[in-house]
C-alpha cells in the first residue's frame, strides 16, 4: 500500500521558515522523481518543486530562490526547506511521485502553511 504522509507545516510569520517533510512508503523510492505541490484556498492545485532520482531539482518561478528542496532515501523522505515566506505560500502542501507533470499515486492529507502577521 503506498503512503505519503506530509508533515511539518504550520503558522508562521511572513519572512519565516519552515521545513515540510513527506514520508513515502509502498514503492521503490530512491528510483522515483517526488514533487511538492500546494493548493491555496480558492485554487487549483499547483507545482511547486521536484527532485529527480539524480537529485536534480526544479521549481516554479514563484518559489525560485526561497524553497529547497531535497531527499534521504535512507529514510524514504523528501523535504522541502520553506524560507522567507509570504502570505501567498499559504496553502496545503502535498508530495507526490511525478514523471513530467503528472502524479503518479492518489493525493494524501497534506499539510497545512498559513503564513501571516
Same mark, same amino acid.
Given at each position: 500500500? /503506498? @503512503?505519503?504522509?506530509?508533515?511539518? !507545516?504550520?503558522? /508562521?510569520?511572513?519572512?519565516?521558515?519552515?521545513?515540510?517533510?513527506?514520508?513515502?512508503?509502498?514503492? /521503490?523510492?530512491?528510483?522515483?522523481?517526488?514533487?511538492?505541490?500546494?493548493?491555496?484556498? !480558492?485554487?487549483?492545485?499547483?507545482?511547486? &518543486?521536484?527532485?529527480? $532520482?539524480?537529485?536534480?531539482?526544479? =521549481?516554479?518561478?514563484?518559489?525560485?530562490?526561497?524553497?529547497?528542496?531535497?531527499?534521504?532515501?535512507?529514510?524514504?523522505?523528501? =523535504?522541502? @526547506?520553506?524560507? $522567507?515566506?509570504?502570505?501567498?505560500?499559504? &496553502?496545503? =502542501?502535498?508530495?507526490?511521485?511525478?514523471?513530467?507533470?503528472? $502524479?503518479? =499515486?492518489?493525493? *494524501? @492529507? *497534506?499539510?497545512?502553511?498559513? /503564513?501571516?502577521?
Amino acid at each position: 500500500q /503506498v @503512503q505519503l504522509v506530509e508533515s511539518g !507545516g504550520g503558522l /508562521v510569520q511572513p519572512g519565516g521558515s519552515l521545513r515540510l517533510s513527506c514520508a513515502a512508503s509502498g514503492f /521503490v523510492f530512491r528510483l522515483s522523481t517526488m514533487g511538492w505541490y500546494r493548493q491555496a484556498p !480558492g485554487k487549483q492545485r499547483e507545482w511547486v &518543486a521536484t527532485i529527480n $532520482s539524480g537529485g536534480g531539482t526544479n =521549481y516554479a518561478d514563484s518559489v525560485k530562490g526561497r524553497f529547497t528542496i531535497s531527499r534521504d532515501n535512507a529514510k524514504t523522505t523528501v =523535504y522541502l @526547506q520553506m524560507n $522567507s515566506l509570504k502570505p501567498e505560500d499559504t &496553502a496545503v =502542501y502535498y508530495c507526490n511521485r511525478i514523471s513530467g507533470r503528472d $502524479s503518479i =499515486y492518489s493525493w *494524501g @492529507q *497534506g499539510t497545512q502553511v498559513s /503564513v501571516s502577521s
